[in-house]
C-alpha cells in the first residue's frame, strides 16, 4: 500500500517535471516567434466555439442560484442593497474564473488529450519527427498559447451572463430592483477584481493546454490508451486548477494590499 | 557546435559504400530486451531487407536509426556522423535527408492528401505554392495515385494510404528510405504494387532503402540484400541467393514457414 502510494507520487512528480519542461521548451519556440499564426487562430476559435454554450450555462446557473439561495435571506435582514455586490465579487474573484477553467478542462483540455493520443498510437507524432518537425511547436504551442489566450474571455461572457441571471432571479423572485442590484455592483465591484480573476485564469488556461498535450503525447496501447489519456487529463489539469488557485488568490490579494490599498 | 546541412547528406559516399552502420546496439523496454547487441552496415543505393519473426524488434531497430528512440548502449553512425549521439537539432537536419514509411502510414488525418505530402517542403523549404504544388503531383504520379490531393486520408483504403505515405517521404528526395512493414495487411495485387514502387523508387531516386517485413515473397522479390533478425540480433546477411541457400536453421524454419524449429512463440516479444 505505502509502496503503491510513493510510486504514484514518484509519478506525478516525474510528470510535473516534464510537464515543466515541455512548457520551457515550448516558451522558448514562443519567444523566438515561431507560431503558426494560422493553426492559432484555428485553436483559437474551436476552443471559443467549443466552449461557449458550456461556459454561459455554467456563468447563468452560478449567477442565478446565487441570488435564489442568498436573496431571502438578505431581504430578511434589510441587506438587499447588498446582494448584487456580492454576486458580482463571488463571480468575478472566484466563480467565473474556477467555473470556466473546470468546464473548459472537460471541453477542451479531453479533445485536445484525445486527438494527440490518436496522433501518438497511429504514429503520427512519430511521423512528425520524422519529417524533422517537433511535436511541441507543431502541436503544443498553439494549443497552449490558443486555451491562455481564450480562457480569459470566455471567463468575461461567464460574469457577464452570470450577472445577468443574479438580476434577472433578483428582480423575479426576490424583488430587488434592478436599480438597486446595479448601485450595489457599481458601489462593491472594483475594476481590479476583475483583473484579479482573468488573471488567474491565464495561468489556469496554460494547465489545461499542458495537461491536455501532455497526456496525449504519453498516450500508449490504442483505443483503451486514448481513453485512459482522456479521463486522466480531466482530472489532472482540475486537481491542478484547484491547488493553483489557492495560491494565485493569495497572490491576487496580497498584490491588491500591497498596491491599491487606501 | 557549426551544423551545416551538407554534412548529413550521402553525396560524397559512391554507391556501394557503408552509409549507415550500426554497432553493438542494445535495448530494453522494462525487463524486456528486445535488442541485445545488433550490428549491421547498409551500403549507399541498395535495397536492405530486414526480416525476422513479427514482434521481434524490427521497427525499433527502424526507429533507433531515425532517432526517435535512443539505444541503451551502442551506436550508429550515418555518413560518417555518429548518430546516437546527436542532438535534436543536428537529428532533424539529418532527418531531412530521411524518408520513412511507416506499419499504418500515419498520415495525418486533420490534413488533406497534399496537406500530407507538401508537409515537409512547407516545413523547410521557401518554394511557392505553386512549386509545391507541382511536386505533389508528381509525386502521387509516381506512386499510381493522380489527381486525389484533395482527399482526406479516412476516404482512402488501406492500399491508397500506404502510397500516400510513400509520396510524403519521398516528398524532400531523401538520400535514405525506411519503410516498416510496407505490405502487411494489404491484398496479394497491392503488395505485388507496392514491391515494385520500392524498387522503382531506389531506381529512381537512388536512395538507399533499408525495408521491415516478415513477408518472404516481397523480400525475395526486391531485395539485393536480405538480414535475418532474430533475438535481438542480425544472425546472418547476405545476397538473395545466400539467404536462400542458408543453412543456418533460424533462416530456414523462417523460409519454410514451418511449425518446428528454433524460432517458437517465446521468441516473439511485445514491440513498442
Redesign the interface.
Known sequence: MINFLLDEIKAMIKGLGEMTLMLASGFSFLIRGQVNLKDLVNQMSSIGVDSLFMVSITGLSTGMVLVVQMGNQMMKMGAESYVGGIVALALSRELAPNLTAIVVAGRIGSAMAAEIGT?AV???I??L??????PIKYLFVPRVLATALMLPILTIFSNAIGLAGGAFVSVMQVNISLVTFKESILSTLLVRDIIGGLAKTVIFGIIIGTVGCYKGFKT?GGAEGVGKSTTSSVVLAIMLILVANYFLSVLVVNVNETFFAQ | MMMKESAYSADKFNKGDTIISVRDLFKAFGTKKVLKGLTIDVKKGEILVIIGPSGCGKSVLLKHIMGLLSPDSGSIFYAGNEVTKFSEAEFNLMRKRFGMLFQGAALFDSLTVGENISFGLKEHTTLSKSAIDEIVNEKLELVGLPGIADLKPAQLSGGMKKRVGLARAIAMNPDVLLYDEPTTGLDPVMVTIIDKLTVDMNKKLGCTTILVTHDMKSAFRIADRIAMHFNGQIIEVGTREEIMRSTNPVVKQFIDGSEEGPITLAHVTVEK
Not at chain 1, 519527427?129 to 517537433?134: C, G, I
Open positions: 496522433m497511429t504514429e503520427q512519430d511521423a519527427h520524422t519529417l524533422a518537425v517537433s500508449y
